[in-house]
């Protein structure tokens, strides 16, 4: 087995190599003065089973081509299997037209990483389920709920808890760590005028006297948690925090957060922290560098993924 890191989220390979105990791949990823990449790998990988580590975060075209460029260059080296790891998988929001003469941009990423030589895709919190369906490769999607789930029992009584979905969308996600929880769900029912730009509109469920805990796959811009807050504490709650997988983090989102009435955000490591990003103490970082180490471990020994979260 060999693991190669790509430049998006460098601290997660490396963590996920200590999990493993293995070490990354010698490598080299370079950029000409005029941007393109170019990818040489220093070691033999020839019959190897070979796992490259790279979300698609921001910039997500610079990273999705340099994820295709390193795939082809293994593809080119004779490893024997490739997976594609990739933590937070860009472009998943557009998983659907939303009105006429648009793309499916999710399915376009999905044909090129398999179309590069990607022989499976290992990945967390898809946006949407269904975009599994769109990669012609075996594709693993791995939930972060579990790791979010004991980090709230390390620091919450469950008893008078609320788990929280900022949107009608999110209510499967919401449900399934309540049920861990074994707590009660509120639905905040939102509208979206524009991309980036959320109101809420109506509460769904007595948050009177409860703390509340907003559950969500993707913070972008920071601003569904910040009107959702408002909302809750304005119909009651004792205080509201979030829990999210991935942290894009765009368009000061921390500074907004600093500035908002929630508690804390509890993000996950799947997207490294952009240089020259605010810092706030109200942000924490999970890792998730032993879920992916251990999905991982199984997929090259040929075990059973979903048994990670029986």
Do not use: W
């Not at 989220?9 to 170019?38: Q, V």
């Not at 990818?39 to 089973?49: A, K, P, S, T, Y």
């Not at 490769?137 to 900022?166: C, G, H, Q, W």
């Amino acid at each position: 087995m060999k693991l190669l890191s790509g430049t998006s989220n460098r601290p997660l390979a490396r963590a996920i190599a200590d999990y493993l105990d293995a070490p990354l791949t010698a490598s080299e990823i370079e950029r000409f003065a005029d941007g393109e990449i170019f990818v040489r790998i220093d070691e033999n990988v020839r019959g190897e089973d070979v796992f490259i580590i790279q979300s698609t975060s921001c910039p997500a075209n610079d990273h999705l081509m340099e994820l295709l460029i390193c795939t082809d260059a293994l593809v080119r080296a004779s490893a024997r299997r490739i997976t594609a790891v990739i933590p937070y998988f860009g472009y998943a929001r557009q998983d659907r037209k939303t009105g006429g003469r648009t793309p499916i941009s999710a399915k376009l990423v999905a044909n090129l990483i398999a179309k590069s030589g990607a022989d499976r895709v290992l990945t967390i919190d898809l946006h949407a389920g269904q975009i599994q369906g769109f990669f012609d490769i075996p594709t693993d999607n791995l939930f972060a709920t579990k790791v979010i789930e004991e980090d709230i029992r390390r620091r919450y009584k469950v008893e008078d808890l609320m788990i929280v979905s900022p949107d009608v969308g999110g209510v499967v996600r919401a449900r399934a760590l309540a049920k861990l929880l074994d707590a009660e769900i509120a639905i905040v029912d939102k509208r979206r005028p524009k991309a980036g730009v959320s109101e809420v509109m109506n509460i769904i469920g007595e948050v009177e006297g409860r703390r509340c805990i907003l559950f969500d796959d993707i913070c972008d811009s920071g601003g569904t948690l910040c009107n959702a807050a408002d909302a809750l504490l304005k119909c009651g709650a004792i205080e509201v925090s979030a829990y999210v997988t991935h942290g894009v983090m765009s368009n000061d989102a921390q500074g907004r957060i600093a500035k908002s009435a929630l508690k804390e955000v509890v993000i996950t490591d799947s997207i490294t922290e952009l240089p020259g990003s605010t810092q706030t103490g109200k942000v924490r970082r999970l890792s998730i560098a032993p879920l992916l180490g251990e999905a991982i471990r199984r997929i090259a020994n040929d075990e059973s993924v979903s048994k990670l979260f029986d």
